[in-house]
């Protein structure tokens, strides 16, 4: 299964806003939290379905609140993590995400 990885600055954001929603209302934050994870199993079983914000960065817009995430499948190179070179088609995808 691929893993997706936030950045610190999309985490940092991502807990700024569910603290926020949880000011505004209780359990808001809570459903924001659980719409994001909702999301996220979309993007590691069809990543290229979302479509293109710029570059090679896609866009998931969430369905309840005023969010997108935005987030780019990369390799990471094996050697890197092993220091054993491995063909890059047998490595997993990660992905950085960040709201918008």
């Known amino acids: 299964m691929m893993r997706i990885l936030f950045s610190t600055e999309a985490h940092r954001e991502f807990e ?9 209302a209780p359990r808001i934050g809570d459903e924001f939290r659980v719409e994001i994870k909702a999301a996220l ?3 590691q079983s069809w990543p290229l379905s ?6 090679d960065i896609r866009r998931l817009t969430l369905s309840r609140f005023p969010y997108k995430l935005l ?13 054993q070179p491995k063909k890059l088609g ?4 990660f992905y950085a995400c960040g709201l918008a």
């Open 50 to 55: 979302c479509p293109i914000e710029r570059g």
């Open 16 to 24: 700024e806003a569910e603290h926020y929603y949880n000011r505004q």
């Open 90 to 93: 047998s490595v997993p995808n």
């Open 41 to 43: 199993p979309r993007i």
């Open 71 to 83: 987030y780019s499948a990369f390799p990471l190179l094996h050697e890197k993590i092993t220091g």
